[in-house]
């Protein structure tokens, strides 16, 4: 058994981990990343349809979700988008604004990891790949085995990520040392994930598998007004991809199917009163074979003002259930993760174990769709690679 002595370890070569150790190796520290996967940042290679969605240009913390809605922002604070664009312009990383703030690099998102692993290796950083962890104790250092070496340092560092994709190898590790070490855990869910309809909405709508048109959701006093998709089993888009992270079994979600539009004026103004000047009106702002299959689920009684107005307002008020999540298998973060009243929100230490730090998604905070959880991971991860 080989010993391998480090001022820090940190568990897990994602974004954050990979970010951590660049600030700590600046900062002349000796890091080793230890990573079970044979290559690191393999989540930032699939990230934005393999574009990497790298940052938000109006991060601010109002756009993530947490017990504790102030945890996160020292962290953001002291590294914004702005750092991060600077470390993208330093190498020359051509990039681009798709909408709402939301960062892409134009080629791919290869470029950004080869952006970190090249900062990595100038501030001195070790890192191991295919490493199978069997042991982490704590003596006069942390010592972390491994099948053939032990690694000991003052500081142990866990970006292992949440639960989210376990096929690009997500597993519960960092929560299971969280435990080991005493923390708490706020109970996991999949966020930022496809809902799943009941039977009656199913064979109601989820034949129309792929319509998509704009909306307005809402739940738990959460609304966001972005595209809305139907599968086949079901909902998705960036609409209700952001509501998920709100949504709660057993509670209904409120869809706005035309947000600001009137439905029924041009019905009101028809010539004649009827389902022909109904379809019209309706497939001049919902996309057309959804209108056509409202107006067959929900024809007015009558062509009277009262039962427009009703039209109207099933259309700006459809309320569903879903019967749950297309589950962490197609979401993109875990929400939930180690508690917040555990950690300072200056550094990401344990409050109770000195050198134990718990960054990116294993934490509790989940950002909004769009880049927020990238600039967590750089957020937290540059927080306590300048704290080592």
Known sequence: MTIHKFDAVILGAGAAGLMCAIEAGKRGRRVAILERASRAGNKILISGGGRCNFTNLHCLPEHFHSANPHFMKSALARYQPSDFIALVEKHGIPYHEKTLGQLFCDRSAQDILEMLETECRTAGVQMILNCHIQEIRRADAFIVRTDSDEFHAPALVVATGGLSI????????????????????????????????????????????????????????????????????????????????????????????????????????????????????????????????WLELHPPSAWTNPSLDELERQVHEWTVEPTGTEGYEKAEVTAGGVDTEELSSKTLESREVPGLFFIGEVVDVTGHLGGYNFQWAWASGAATGRAL
């Open 166 to 293: 376990p096929k690009m190898g997500a597993t519960s590790f960092g929560y299971d040392i969280a435990r080991q070490f005493g923390l708490k855990i706020r109970e996991t869910r999949p966020a930022l994930v496809p809902l799943v309809l009941g039977t009656n909405d199913r064979a109601q709508f989820c034949d129309l598998s792929g319509v998509s048109t704009e909306v307005e959701v809402r739940a738990d006093h959460s609304a966001f007004r972005e595209k809305m998709l139907i599968t086949h089993r079901g909902l998705s888009g960036p609409a209700i991809l952001q509501i998920s992270t709100y949504w709660r079994e057993n509670c209904p979600i409120r869809i706005d199917l035309a947000p600001g539009r009137d439905v029924t004026s041009a019905i009101r103004n028809a010539k004649e009163r009827n389902i022909i000047a109904a379809r019209a009106a309706l497939q001049a702002i919902l996309p057309k074979r959804l209108a056509a299959r």
